[in-house]
């Protein structure tokens, strides 16, 4: 199933794609459009998401996903990078499939480790399971900003005072001046 929008040149050729496919009744579905209520019925219903992005700032496509606990087959780039991390066959950590180079090689390569990894229903658990616990709320970072903060006041508060009658004293000449001056 394919639901989105990009380049007119892919647009075509899926379509050409979807029509063969209908024709020898192969299951392919192509929805070019942005629908969200289709969009969250796909992650719900798949396995694999796949986003080999060329660049992508942010994303939300890949951590919607998770939260479905659609495994995201993404290319290491921007927000993509810094949310999916590779899944670890030996230590059982990541929860996505990455891949590196921009290329038609490297994304079939990172598919088929995919679906290697989907036939072994135990490993492909683990996989799912790790997307499940992937947290992106601003819980754990509004701790770490507020124990920064705090870090700051403590040190504000630590610093040495100015003796009170220095800064009296400095006032009260600049009153004296103006005063003499007036």
């Not at 380049?7 to 075509?12: F, I, P, T």
């Not at 192969?26 to 992650?43: E, G, W």
């Not at 495994?71 to 810094?82: C, S």
Request: hydrophobic fraction near 35%; aromatic fraction near 10%; proline fraction near 3%.
């Amino acid at each position: 199933v394919i639901l989105g929008m990009g380049d007119s040149v892919y647009e075509k050729k899926l379509k050409e794609l979807a029509q063969k496919s209908k024709k020898e009744n192969k299951n392919f579905a192509l929805h070019i459009s942005l629908d969200p209520v289709l969009a969250k019925k796909i992650y719900a219903s798949s396995d694999i998401y796949l986003m080999p992005s060329l660049f992508e700032p942010c994303g939300l496509g890949q951590m919607i996903a998770m939260r479905y606990g659609t495994v995201p087959l993404v290319r290491a780039t921007g927000g993509l990078k810094e949310t999916v991390q590779n899944f670890d066959e030996k230590t059982g950590t990541g929860d996505g499939i990455v891949f590196t180079e921009f290329s038609q090689a490297d994304f079939l390569n990172a598919v088929k480790r995919s679906l290697a990894l989907f036939r072994d229903k135990k490993t492909w658990s683990k996989v799912v399971a790790n997307c499940f616990k992937a947290d992106f709320s601003w819980g754990e970072e509004a701790k770490i900003y507020t124990l920064a903060y705090e870090s700051l006041f403590k040190k504000k508060a630590a610093k040495p005072k100015k003796s009170p009658g220095k800064g009296k004293e400095e006032k009260s000449t600049r009153n004296n001046k103006n005063k003499r001056e007036g």
